[in-house]
């Protein structure tokens, strides 16, 4: 990526499956918001919609993939993986395969990823982590001598372009651990050996694909949800945000950290994920955001958070080294951090009453990743019901208090479009009972 925007062009970035970290990346070094495609959350329909709508204004996209190419919901089919969206959306593979300890036998790997699935066109490889020229010289003769994909070039072991890794994956893009010379660095390793052009020509031009830009827009905002953005708090789908926009809301974001109150005439709040654990300490310290945002929802207001938002807005975050941390009490709930991961993976959610985001009977899909479960909570209604899919396990979660909605679980809303204008419109509700108040005062 920051290759391609060397030479001028305008990248649109990609990332398959449901992770935000990523896409946070991307996003820094293309300068355009990354898109999660993903094929068991969201439909065919809204994976090309996504697509095609995001490549406006782009010359190339570069989509990552999830895990290895067929990795996906189970081991039995391609849902939820790289190579079905590939397939979905008739984009070339750039297989990247790690050869640090491989010769020959790496021939051997690719020829078997090029026979597993013949629908997949797997347009070149790239090595990553070689010991250097002679090292790739043995791969690429292996390759060339033996497959019909061809090379592309390599990267070398380097140290310098590392990104630390914590419990959830990568350290975050907000995190600035990447100064501008490693994406310097990056560059000049990519075209000095990567065959830059040679992976161009893999695929055709997007001026030549069909776009479907079907979405809605509205001329001026009916409402205004504020939303919870910075290093504490950065786990959105960006197309979450777009479906809102698209069904009537201007996004205000503001920082739970940096900021000391809400921003004025908010008719909702969206509090995503991220790491609230991590900036536990500031976010207490924050008194007067986090009265706001209490005093918000005990007037009423709408507020819908997902994962780390619900762990901010309860009464306290508990470390793993038993540190307590007040957040916002506006669940009654306390959150312990737990030192291994619960409930990974994608969960099939059912709305069993009307909620903020959908009627009863509604369903949704979405993902769940976190490392810490609700130690302590008074009776609370609960909206959800939940089915995880990797293990089978099911429960009932969605929690209900006023007007608020708060989940572990990160819901995709184009996996049902009802909920970004279910939102919206309870959001335009308690709007409109504001100004009859006022007219009333």
Sequence with gaps: MAALRKRGLKVQPFKCGPDFIDGGHHTRVCG????NLDGWMLSSEANREMFYRATVGA??????????????????????????????????????????SMARSAAALVHGFQTFDPKVRLSGVIFNKIAGMAHYALLRDALESSCHTAPLGYLP????????????????????????????LLRELAESSIEIDKLLEGDSSLSSRKRILNFP????PAVRIGVARDQAFCFYYEDNLDALRGAGAEIVESSPLADFRLAEEMDA??????????????????????????????EGWPIYAECGG?????????????????MA???????????????????????????????????????????????????????????YSLTGVEETEGYCINN?????????????????????????RAKEKRVSRMLGS
Excluded at 310 to 326: C, T
């Design 32 to 35: 355009r918001p990354s898109r």
């Design 59 to 100: 010359d190339v996209c570069v989509v990552e993939g999830v895990m290895g190419l067929f990795e996906g919901v189970d081991g039995k089919s391609e849902a939820g993986s790289s190579a079905e969206i590939a397939k979905l959306l008739d984009l070339p593979v750039v297989l990247v395969l790690d050869a640090s």
């Design 157 to 184: 072991r380097d140290e310098r372009i590392l990104i630390p890794e914590r419990y959830l994956g990568l350290f975050t893009a907000g995190e600035s651990l990447l100064p501008d010379s490693a994406f310097s």
């Design 217 to 220: 827009r509205v001329a001026k």
């Design 269 to 298: 709040l969206y509090f995503g994920g991220g790491y609230p654990e991590l900036y536990a300490e500031r976010l207490t310290a924050n008194r007067e955001m986090l009265a706001s945002v209490r005093q918000f929802a005990n």
């Design 310 to 326: 619900l762990m901010y807005l309860a009464g306290q975050i508990e470390s793993v080294d038993h540190k307590a941390f007040p």
């Design 329 to 387: 009490r506006v669940l009654p709930l306390r959150v312990k951090m737990t030192e291994r991961l619960v409930h990974f993976g994608y969960g099939d959610v059912y709305f069993a009453k009307d909620c903020l985001l959908g009627p009863a009977g509604a369903k949704a899909r979405g993902h769940s990743c976190h490392c810490s479960v609700i130690s302590e909570a008074e009776p609370l209604e609960r909206a959800c019901h939940l089915r």
């Design 404 to 428: 608020v909605l708060a989940s572990y679980i990160h819901l995709h809303f184009l996996s049902n479009p009802g909920l970004a204008t279910a939102f919206v419109e309870k959001a335009q």
